[in-house]
C-alpha cells in the first residue's frame, strides 16, 4: 500500500513563509508522478491550486509556488496572510495498471 | 460557470446499496476524465474512484474495488457512483472533480453525505 507523507501541521507568521512537503513510500517523488496540491478550508470542498508539480490554476494567489525539493514534492507559501489557514493535501499519480492517484494525509496551516 | 452538483447521499444500513450522482454543466463533459474522491468525517481525502471521458476506463482504489461501479452518461453529462456493500468505513462526504490532466481536480461539487450505519 502506497503511503504519501506530509508534515502533520505547521505555523507561520502572517507575512512568513513556509514550506509544505510531500514525500512517498515507493522512493523519490519526481515529474512524473504530477504533484497537484489542493487547499481546504472547514465546510468546504477543496480547491485547487498547483498541478503538475509548479502549474497554477487560474485562481491561484503568486504567493503560492510549487516544486520539487530533493526527493519530495514541495508547496511554499510567501508572504503569508491570515486567509492562507487551512488543510493542504498533496495528491500524487502512481499510473500502472490500475492507474491509481493516493492523497497525502493533510497539513494543518495555521497562521499566528 | 463550471458547476458539479452531487446528490443521492443518504443513511443507509451496513451491506446496502446506494447510487450517487453528479450533474455537471459549464464544459464538455465527454471531453474530460472525472473522479470520486471521498473524505470520512474529521478525516483526509481519499481518491475513490475516476472513469476516462468514453467511459472505457475505469478505476477503483483497492478498498472499493468490486464493491463500487463508476459511470456516466455523457447525453445526459452526468457521472455515477453505484456502492453496493456498503460498510461503516464508507461513511463520508463523496465530491465529484473534473481531472483536467494527471490528478489536476481543478473543478469539484460540493459533495454529498453517506452514511452507513450497523
Known amino acids: 500500500q502506497t503511503v504519501v507523507t506530509q508534515e502533520p501541521s505547521l505555523t507561520v507568521s502572517p507575512g512568513g513563509t513556509v514550506t509544505l512537503t510531500c514525500a512517498s513510500s515507493?522512493?523519490?517523488?519526481?515529474?512524473?508522478?504530477?504533484p497537484n496540491w489542493f487547499q481546504q478550508k472547514p465546510g468546504q470542498a477543496p480547491r485547487a491550486l498547483i498541478y503538475s508539480t509548479n502549474n497554477k490554476h487560474s485562481w491561484t494567489p503568486a504567493r503560492f509556488s510549487g516544486s520539487l525539493l530533493g526527493d519530495k514534492a514541495a508547496l511554499t507559501l510567501s508572504a503569508v496572510q491570515p486567509e492562507d489557514e487551512a488543510e493542504y493535501y498533496c495528491?500524487?499519480?502512481?499510473?500502472?495498471?490500475?492507474?491509481?492517484?493516493?492523497f497525502g494525509a493533510g497539513t494543518q496551516v495555521t497562521v499566528l | 460557470e463550471v458547476q458539479l452538483v452531487e446528490s443521492g447521499g443518504a443513511l443507509v444500513q451496513t451491506g446496502g446499496s446506494l447510487r450517487l450522482s453528479c450533474a455537471v454543466s459549464g464544459f464538455t463533459f465527454s471531453g474530460y476524465w472525472l473522479t470520486w474522491v471521498r473524505q470520512a468525517p474529521g478525516k483526509g481525502l481519499e481518491w475513490v474512484a475516476n472513469i476516462s471521458p468514453d467511459g472505457s476506463r475505469r478505476y477503483f482504489v483497492d478498498s472499493v474495488r468490486g464493491r463500487f461501479t463508476i459511470s456516466r452518461d455523457n447525453a445526459k453529462n452526468s457521472l455515477y457512483l453505484q456502492m453496493n456493500s456498503l460498510r461503516v468505513e464508507d461513511t463520508a462526504i463523496y465530491y465529484c472533480?473534473?481531472?483536467?490532466?494527471?490528478?489536476?481536480?481543478?473543478?469539484w461539487g460540493h459533495g454529498t453525505l453517506v452514511t452507513v450505519s450497523s
Open positions: 472533480a473534473r481531472d483536467a490532466t494527471f490528478g489536476f481536480l481543478d473543478y
Open positions: 515507493t522512493g523519490a517523488v519526481t515529474s512524473d508522478h504530477h
Open positions: 495528491f500524487l499519480y502512481y499510473g500502472g495498471a490500475q492507474l491509481n492517484y493516493v
